[in-house]
């Protein structure tokens, strides 16, 4: 039976960034609008957080059960190590996209937007079917588009939409950002485990590019924040501040660029998503101040 400790590690805190940096600079963007919202700010991120952990469970119990995990150099996985029984996971994901449902329904009501039921919905379905079912997505070099998506687009935007009903520039600026930088961390993992997903037949978007093109693509998604950093300085000066992702950024990209391998990638995960956490605040932070 897994510790308390081993199901907090296979919740895989070092993704959380993923789902707590849109509401972050989400907060910031509505705030420009005039449409800031603490109580709403709040559902959100237990939107994002709940989504997030039951993805992570989801994947934990799809690719465990498929045995994608046998050879697994990444983090601790419940069901891959035989620590766990894969319902007990499976059920911890289905808990965690409840949990969401709730907060969303509550964040619908609040916003009045009844639309967007049907925006969670695709949301929680996006993240089963990811790996699960019998043709997961993720299996078929789809993730950093979905992720792109969700934690970027729908993240950050759903936001902002939920508190000023309305979206602007600004805002569409720090979606792409978030979305890039989301789709880094995959894109980080996905690097690390192309020589096990080969063998388990995970055509994930980094077995179908190759090591060094998915080096290269790596590098051109953590340049897009910074261009969009830039943009957006042209009104609001202070938003240079997310420049300072640069500080976490720069030991992930020198070992992307030294052609690291295996457990020498794991420090990549977690630099990237502090680089994407730094940049979602201080942005965020700015805005408000701007």
């Known amino acids: 039976m897994a510790t308390v400790a081993q199901w907090v590690e296979g919740a895989r805190p070092r ?9 972050l600079v989400g907060a910031g963007a509505a705030h420009v609008v005039g449409g800031f919202d603490l109580t709403r700010t709040l559902l959100a991120l237990v939107v994002s957080l709940t989504l997030q952990l039951g ?13 994608t995990d046998a050879n697994r150099v990444g983090p601790f996985r419940l069901v891959g190590s035989g620590s766990t029984e894969p319902k007990k996971v499976r059920n911890a994901a289905f808990g965690c996209f409840g949990l969401a449902a709730v907060a969303g329904l509550a964040l619908v009501v609040l916003s009045g937007h009844w639309w967007l039921l049907a925006v969670g919905l695709v949301c929680i379905a996006a993240a089963w079917f990811y790996t699960g079912g019998t043709r997961p997505y993720g299996y078929a070099g789809f993730g950093e588009i979905a992720v792109f998506v969700f934690f970027g687009l729908v993240g950050v935007l759903g936001t902002v939409y939920v508190q000023a009903g309305q979206v602007g520039g600004i805002a569409i600026g720090c979606a792409v950002a978030v979305g890039s ?15 096990t997903d080969k063998q388990s037949g995970k055509r994930t978007l980094a077995v179908l590019l190759g090591d060094a093109d998915t080096r290269h693509f790596y590098l051109a998604l953590l340049a897009v924040p910074l261009v969009i950093t830039a943009l957006v300085s042209l009104k609001h000066h202070l ?3 997310g420049l300072l992702a640069i500080i976490p950024a720069v030991p992930a990209v020198r070992r992307v660029t030294a052609g690291r391998n295996g ?9 990237t998503g502090l680089a994407m956490l730094l940049w979602s605040a201080a942005t965020g932070v700015a805005l408000v101040l701007s």
């Open 55 to 67: 993805v992570n469970y989801a994947n934990d119990y799809s690719d465990g059960i498929r045995g």
């Open 15 to 23: 993704t959380l960034p993923n789902s707590i940096s849109p509401v």
């Open 181 to 195: 930088f989301s789709a880094a961390v995959l894109v980080a993992n996905n690097l690390r485990d192309i020589p």
């Open 239 to 241: 938003a240079l501040a």
């Open 263 to 271: 457990r020498d990638l794991i420090p990549v995960l977690r630099d």
